[in-house]
């Protein structure tokens, strides 16, 4: 299971590639908007910098037209790094470029899906990964747990190499139920990651083991400090 940090903030970047296992970090135009307006390449260099060089970093492409994606594309991949995953959105001209930038052995995301049909397309094309919206698409009475599992289920029967990259979370169990139902990945903001430690009964348990242990040893003692003590 590869879990990644939807966000181009250096701080929570740097946060959670420290306490996490952390398999990459995914940006969009939406997400870099609320940067402000940064150095785009050199802001993009820096997570790389902090991520290194073994974890992904996706990077999407604005232009909507064939020849532009390339360019994009090809702009993302020189002034970042050639190992970027270029993100594109699944449509028909998005498609008609993935194929062309898996031609010139260039990673792709594929993003911006909502339906099952956009899934078999992007594996179709090579996708290195596709990006169903999991919140999106239950916002549009669209089964999230169902697209993600015929998808799954479509990479199995033609021995894909595509994984699912879920996206578009707003609660954790949604993340919960895209993994059950076979995705491979998912890319989360770092509130999410917040609130899987914020369960009250979390914090009680440490508390209470810290209690237990200190009405025996003492307040401030630990392990470490009885092993210091022979």
Sequence with gaps: MEF??????????????????ISGVTSNPTIIKAEGKIDFFAHMKKIREIIGANRSLHVQVVAKDYEGILRDAEAILEEIDRDVFVKVPVNEVG??????????????TATAIYTKFQGYLAIAAGADYIAPYFNRMENLNINPRQVIHELSEEITRTHSTTKILAASFKNVEQVNAAIEEGAAAATLPADLFKQAFSMPSIEKAVDDFTKDWESIFGVGSSVSSLREKL
Excluded: C, F, P
């Design 4 to 21: 990644m940090l939807d966000t181009a903030k250096l701080q929570e970047i740097t946060q959670y590639v420290h306490s996490l296992e």
């Design 95 to 108: 498609l008609k470029a993935m194929k062309e930038l898996k031609k010139r052995g260039v990673n792709v």
